[in-house]
């Protein structure tokens, strides 16, 4: 069973510009969960998605958005990039349908520097 | 809403030592609580959760955790630390619904010979 993997590893990116984030998620876990965890901080919970439809979302303006894949794989997008969302981006996924009692598993994360 | 509250932002603690880093939630109804740790450029590895049975949850690594909810607490123990424990550790709430996790801001444990 192979693990939860990212990419790209670090990114910078300039105000204003937009990026897209990458998560492989373990084979037959149905649901992915994104979250941001800046500089000192615990992380943040972005959005779920389960079965390709997005089922939870934390307090993300709507330039956070997210595609989930048939094939275990998502995107987080980010639109018109603000200074302040630099930080780490965490998916995790889990093989059911996202209840808060199932382990989920996280990926190494993505470092985003917004300048 | 969920939160939780992790007192102590770094502790230091003497390898063979014992550990106990705290925790305090606060949620309405009866909580889903884990425990992660980070290692530095790794992602969050679930140590234990809990949400019913046993108050006493015992986890990977020879970690362990309480919960007291006349406290609001569920602290994360470990009897005898080792240098590999360094690492910073998160207290997380979870909601029933669906898989809204809130993290705490974290202990930095440092472990010194």
């Known amino acids: 069973e192979t693990g939860v993997t990212q990419s790209p590893t670090h990114l910078i990116k300039t105000r204003g510009q937009q990026v897209t984030l990458r998560c492989s998620s373990q084979?037959?876990?149905?649901?992915v969960s994104w979250y941001q965890q800046a500089l000192g901080q615990g992380p943040q919970f972005i959005f779920q998605?389960?079965?390709?439809?997005?089922?939870g979302r934390g307090n993300f303006p709507p330039r956070f958005s997210g595609l989930q894949f048939p094939n275990y794989s998502s995107e987080l997008n980010v639109n018109a990039l603000e200074l302040d969302d630099s930080a780490l981006y965490l998916c995790?996924?889990?093989?059911?349908?996202?209840?808060?009692?199932?382990?989920?598993?996280f990926g190494p994360g993505t470092r985003l520097l917004v300048l | 809403a969920q939160s939780v509250t992790q007192p102590d932002i770094h502790i230091t603690v003497s390898e063979g030592a014992s550990l106990e880093l705290r925790c305090n939630y606060s949620?309405?109804?009866?909580?889903?609580l884990f425990w992660y740790v980070q290692s530095p450029g790794q992602g969050l590895q679930l140590l234990l959760k809990?949400?019913?049975?046993?108050?006493l949850v015992q986890g990977i690594k020879g970690f362990e955790a309480e919960f007291k909810r006349s406290q609001s607490s569920f602290n994360l123990r470990k009897p005898s630390v080792h240098w590999s424990d360094a690492a910073e550790y998160f207290c997380?709430?979870?909601?029933?619904?669906?898989?809204?996790?809130?993290f705490g801001t974290g202990t930095k444990l440092q472990v010194i010979p």
């Open positions: 998605y389960y079965r390709e439809e997005e089922n």
């Open positions: 809990y949400f019913s049975g046993d108050t």
């Open positions: 084979s037959g876990h149905n649901t």
């Open positions: 995790a996924s889990s093989p059911g349908g996202g209840q808060p009692q199932e382990t989920q598993y």
């Open positions: 997380a709430v979870g909601a029933q619904g669906y898989q809204k996790v809130t």
């Open positions: 949620y309405g109804a009866t909580p889903y």
